[in-house]
């Protein structure tokens, strides 16, 4: 079964609202980014990855000043036959993502082209891998 393992939020100050995350919630920080794409801090509640971001690239068609939530990410078992599904359903591939040379190097998970856009423009990933701070799926755990 799918599962929603991540969370991207939009942010101007991602070390402020990460801090106010970990006070309030006592979520956990796993990583600080930087990248082409966005810098921020990478937070778990221990089921999910949520990535607090200041994005460099206007993804969601909102200006970079957009705050609130950006994306999510599903995790699949059958990452290529749900890439069809979402073609076959009308999502777009959105694959205008910059990145830099030694990225998969050091990047959390491998990078692909996994971002769609769906219905009224919404964006979100799939991955047939789990994000950071994200618990596996029932299947992988047994």
Request: a negative charge; charged letters at 30%; glycine letters at 6%.
């Given at each position: ?89 009308g999502a777009v591939p959105y694959s205008e993502l910059p990145e830099e040379p ?41």
């Open positions: 079964m799918a599962r929603i393992q991540h969370l991207a939020i939009a942010s101007l100050d991602p070390e402020k609202q990460a801090a106010f995350y970990k006070e309030v919630f006592g979520f956990e920080e796993v990583k600080r980014i930087d990248n082409p794409r966005a810098r921020g801090v990478v937070l778990t509640d221990g089921a999910i990855n949520i990535s607090v971001l200041n994005f460099k690239q206007d993804q969601i068609d909102q200006g970079l000043d957009y705050t609130g939530l950006h994306h999510f990410g599903v995790f699949v078992e059958d990452l290529e036959g749900t890439a069809e599904k979402c073609l076959a359903n030694d990225e998969q190097k050091t990047n959390y998970r491998p990078k692909r082209s996994d971002k769609f856009k769906g219905p009224e423009n919404s964006l979100f990933d799939i991955a047939d891998h789990p994000w950071i701070g994200a618990s596996p799926s029932k299947q992988a755990a047994e």
